[in-house]
């Protein structure tokens, strides 16, 4: 159903005449853009809802919600919230004023948490953000993304560094 969802309203672009470039600089014919899911009430509460019974079902151990900037915190916060559990959110890096953090919201040593991310093309963004967590003494017990574009190299990427990833829809299905 998401992935219906998300091509009724239009979060995925193909131009296979000419490819986007992804962040990363990868050339693809597909682009998926879930950012636009928070302007869509319906698709947006089944998202949330899906990611709640993930969690529940993959992950029932989970104690914080974190999000990662800027396109899992809405999200995130919105599953935090439903789950009556504690929420942050991690930077890509920490701010270079204020307190410097990365991540904001409390993290509390040893606590099970679960990384809320839009997408999944290698992973790369979102294992930076879990490495934070853990650096701030999380214990990250998996990820969970709307969409994964199914490529290997995030396969390798998170069977490396050792973390569970669960998404609602992917791109074979």
């Known amino acids: 159903q998401i ?8 979060a995925v672009y193909l131009k296979p005449e000419e490819p986007f470039t992804w962040a990363l600089g990868i050339k693809s014919p597909i682009y998926t853009d879930n950012r636009i899911t928070l302007s869509y009430p319906e698709t947006r509460t089944l998202i ?24 899992g915190i809405p999200h995130g916060a ?11 959110y991690i930077r890509s890096k920490p701010k270079d004023h204020g307190a410097g953090n990365q991540i ?4 509390v040593k040893g606590e099970k948490m679960v ?15 879990v490495a934070a967590a853990e650096r701030e003494g999380a214990d990250v017990i998996g990820v969970v993304a709307i969409f994964t574009y199914e490529l290997p190299k995030a396969e390798k990427n998170f069977a490396e560094a050792g ?10 299905e």
Not at 163 to 172: A, D, E, G, Q
């Open 78 to 88: 919105i599953i935090a919230d439903k789950m009556n559990l504690p929420f942050a």
């Open 48 to 71: 949330e809802n899906g990611f709640v019974k993930k969690i529940k079902e993959e992950f029932p151990e989970v104690e914080v919600i974190a999000g990662t900037a800027t396109a």
């Open 163 to 172: 973390v569970k990833l669960v998404t609602l829809s992917n791109y074979t």
């Open 115 to 129: 990384v809320v991310e839009d997408l999944i093309s290698t992973g790369g963004s979102v294992l930076d953000a």
């Open 3 to 10: 992935a219906s969802d998300l091509l009724d309203i239009k």
């Open 104 to 107: 904001e919201g409390r993290v």
